[in-house]
Nanobody
Framework: QVQLVESGGGLVRTGESLTLSCATS????????ISWFRQAPGKEREFVGG????????TYADSMEGRATAARDYYKNTMNLEIHSPKPEDTAVYYC?????????????????WGQGTQVTVSS
């Protein structure tokens, strides 16, 4: 069973550093493709960015291209998402999702495992 635990959320100001972490079991970590999704109030959950297993591929939503960097930390068994110069429109609950099924996908249905989410609020 894969368990995902998000951390790093909270209140940040526009332009401040924001890094989210998704932690999972060390034994399974290298085999997982891990992505981040987010859901803003009144909106559908959307893909933000992700890294495939073995870090072969990185994929970002068009809205995040150039504004976010995803990286795997094999010592801490975490997948970290850094959002550069966050904006108020980045305010949402951010969810970590994982699958053993290869490449990153922007479709929620392609992920079998989900974390509980972490709230991010960006103030101007």
């Amino acid at each position: 069973q894969v368990q995902l635990v998000e951390s790093g959320g909270g209140l940040v100001r526009t332009g401040e550093s924001l890094t989210l972490s998704c932690a999972t079991s060390g034994q399974l970590f290298p085999s997982l493709t891990i992505s981040w999704f987010r859901q803003a109030p009144g909106k559908e959950r959307e893909f933000v960015g992700g890294i495939s297993w073995k870090s072969l591929f990185e994929t970002y939503a068009d809205s995040m291209e150039g504004r976010a960097t995803a990286a795997r930390d094999y010592y801490k068994n975490t997948m970290n998402l850094e959002i550069h110069s966050p904006k108020p429109e980045d305010t949402a609950v951010y969810y970590c999702a994982a699958t053993f099924d290869g490449r990153t996908s922007e479709s929620m249905s392609d992920y079998e495992y989900w974390g509980q989410g972490t709230q991010v609020t960006v103030s101007s």
